[in-house]
């Protein structure tokens, strides 16, 4: 072979591992910023997932790095720990934390006023269950925290039930994580009676025919009953340790969650259903018709 052929094929078989060796140090040289959230594809917290997706912390050099949990109680115990930078779980969960002196930091909101939260019931039991006083003395899933923090959808459901003439210790409270994986199976599995969840787990156990919709929160005689129903769902949190420490990575992580909102805003549906890329069709098709009914759901400024 001529030699300068043979150099020419050399140089073009080693571009691949530079173009690799320039990616990997180009992401080396990326503060690395992590958040903790429930789910994953938690309705209020879409916004954070789609940080990274559309490329929004690179832009500003930095990786954001989304970490699950079951629930937001969770994630914010486990930002507390040092384990991440920002956490973000319902607003009304902080109050528990600072009356035990944890310094806990609300930074933006998520969600606008559109609570979309129901209760589920399984399928086999259309016959026995159907009014919500018939949910006396049986099993609800929801995520929960821990003796002391309520997770903010165990809050909301005893609120809910209140409202309705059922006391939360007139029901057997069963763990489950506010994720696809964690409602799906507590009913199909009939570890409990039925789920009290949010979108777009509410609309999906249904079309997947493991539940019916018991009552839901779009009915306007529902929301009558709620006090305090137009309440702040989610928020970014941080310490205040952490904000005192780090405030230029607050106000970066904040730039970041508005860029996020701005272009939800902009999207329509089936183009944030796409980048977010759900593992099956009929979830791409539940969350499109989900997000399509809950327009005002999200934060219009943070």
């Not at 490329?55 to 790095?65: K, N, P």
């Not at 003796?147 to 003439?165: H, M």
């Not at 493991?210 to 769902?233: C, E, Q, T, W, Y």
Request: aromatic share 6%; proline share 7%; hydrophobic share 45%.
């Amino acid at each position: 072979m001529n030699p300068s052929r043979r150099n020419v094929l050399k140089a073009f078989s080693a571009l691949p591992l530079a173009v690799l060796s320039a990616t990997t140090a180009a992401n080396a040289m990326q503060t690395p910023i992590r958040i903790n959230i429930p789910g994953p594809h938690s309705l209020p917290f879409l916004p954070i997932e789609l940080i990274p997706i559309l490329a929004l912390d690179r832009s500003l050099g930095v990786q954001l790095i989304v970490r699950y949990f079951p629930s937001g109680v969770r994630a914010l115990e486990d930002m507390l720990a040092d384990n991440a930078d920002f956490s973000a779980q319902g607003f009304t969960v902080l109050h528990a934390f600072l009356s035990k002196g944890k310094h806990v930091q609300a930074l933006a909101p998520l969600n606008g006023l559109v609570p979309p939260y129901g209760i589920v019931v399984r399928s086999d039991l259309r016959q026995q269950v159907k009014s919500l006083a018939a949910l006396k003395g049986r099993s609800i899933g929801v995520s929960t925290g821990n003796v002391t923090s309520k997770t903010y959808l165990q809050q909301v459901a005893e609120v809910f039930l209140t409202a309705n003439g059922i006391k939360p210790n007139e029901v057997r409270w069963v763990p489950t994580a506010q994720n696809w994986e964690g409602q799906f199976g507590a009913l199909s599995s009939k570890s409990v009676d039925a789920v009290f969840c949010e979108e777009p787990f509410l609309s999906a156990l249904e079309s997947r025919k493991v539940g019916f919709n018991l009552s839901d929160f779009s009915d306007p005689k529902v929301m009558a009953k709620i006090p305090g129903a137009g309440h702040l769902r989610a928020t970014l949190t941080t310490s205040s340790e952490k904000l005192a420490q780090a405030p230029q990575r607050a106000e970066m992580m904040v730039r970041m969650l508005r860029q996020s909102l701005e272009w939800m805003a902009k999207a329509e549906p089936k183009e944030i259903v796409s980048r977010l890329d759900p593992q099956y069709k009929d979830e791409k098709l539940e969350l499109i018709d989900v997000l399509a009914r809950h327009r005002g759901m999200f934060a219009s400024d943070v």
